[in-house]
């Protein structure tokens, strides 16, 4: 995201926002921008919240049967996720796709830029295909991802699907490879996979970039732990910078507790207390400092439902997610754009997911 302003308040979601948008929103965010100059969150959700006229699509429908590349490669877009276009042929958005990324099928002339979103694109929607549903897997249209996703990388285009693509065909190769008889004919695919040259140097230097950054981040935090760890003992969640976190006004400790949030501020209390001094008859909510910028943020509290109705305050957090089936078994989850509540939230979904994990349909 970018920097936020002074006065930055809770993320709000629009609330005329339709599925069809959001699906948009999600497509356009993954695939079209690479990973680590993603445009502002809060922005791109209210520039799209509302369903394009039918003009401008009819305009963008035009475009794109004139040949602009451009305008193709948005009306596939917007053909995927229902976006101003209800009605479409099947398989007419990744046709469309498959033209724009390997122009030479129809001798055109299409930017590199282009090309290379629609191989991001085609990765995504391959991606999504091979997770499938109930924790099955397809190995088949986990390789068209990678593959997809390998050619991106190659014209110089790393988008978070890109980096996904690359993330989870790592993960089942290390898991088919250690599993021995079981998955051997899953194994015919290997040679394939081992031909993403470009992939494995985009992964390879990501996993660099981690781990250089979460070393920066131990060194700071090992100066003053109690101020980049949420002190709820049940949590996990990490702070990058103190900003992003609540401390305990009252506390008399030589460190101050600090909180992600309110509930994990309320759900520690009793266990606190005794470290604290607070005044008789109140509670933890008067207790609370504002952020040390003096940031004030009004905590979003976890409830059923998308993790888009829980949107974060643009500061970034991590989280550990543990028990996966993959070399060290764990990895660690940052963002910028959930709430506390709702990282935690995909943490236990990735790890409640890794748990139903079924190769078998490999």
Request: charged residues 25%.
């Amino acid at each position: 995201m970018g920097a936020l302003p002074i006065d930055f308040d809770l993320l709000e979601m629009p609330t005329n926002m339709s599925s069809s948008a959001l699906a948009y929103v999600n497509i356009r965010m993954q695939t079209l921008h690479v990973h680590d100059e993603q445009p502002d969150f809060a922005k791109t959700l209210e520039k799209f919240s509302k369903e394009p006229s039918a003009s401008e699509t009819a305009d963008l429908k035009a475009g794109a049967e004139s040949g602009v590349p451009a305008d193709r490669l948005e009306y596939a877009v917007r053909m995927l996720s229902k976006y101003g276009i209800k009605h479409e042929i099947p398989g007419q958005a990744y046709a469309e796709l498959l033209l724009l990324a390997q122009p030479h099928l129809r001798q055109e002339q299409v930017p590199r830029s282009i090309q290379a979103r629609a191989f991001s694109v085609m990765s995504k929607i391959e991606l999504d295909s091979a997770n499938g549903k109930g924790g099955a897997l397809n190995i088949s249209d986990l390789l068209r991802a990678a593959q997809h996703a390998d050619n991106a990388a190659a014209l110089g285009f790393v988008s978070p699907a890109v980096l996904g693509a690359a993330m989870r065909a790592s993960d089942v190769r290390a898991q088919v490879r250690s599993s021995g008889p079981k998955f051997a004919h899953a194994l015919q695919h290997e040679p394939e996979f081992e031909k993403l040259e470009n992939l494995w140097e985009v992964l390879d230097k990501h996993r660099e970039d981690v781990a250089r950054q979460a070393k920066k981040q131990e060194k700071k935090v090992a100066k003053a732990p109690s101020s980049y760890r949420c002190a709820a003992p049940e949590c996990g969640i990490i702070a990058t910078k103190k900003v992003a976190f609540f401390r305990c006004s009252r506390c008399t400790a030589v460190e101050k507790a600090h909180y992600c949030s309110k509930d994990c501020q309320f759900a520690d209390w009793k266990r606190h207390k005794p470290m604290c001094r607070p005044p008789k008859n109140n509670t933890p909510q008067h207790e609370v400092e504002k952020p040390e910028t003096d940031i004030h943020v009004t905590p979003n509290p976890l409830s059923e439902g998308s993790l888009l109705d829980h949107p974060g305050d643009g500061r970034t957090r991590s989280v550990q997610v543990a028990d996966l089936p993959i070399p060290g078994g764990k990895i660690l989850l940052t963002n910028s754009t959930l709430s506390p509540g709702g990282l935690k939230s995909v943490r236990d979904e990735i790890e409640a997911l890794a748990k139903g994990l079924d190769l078998a349909s490999i």
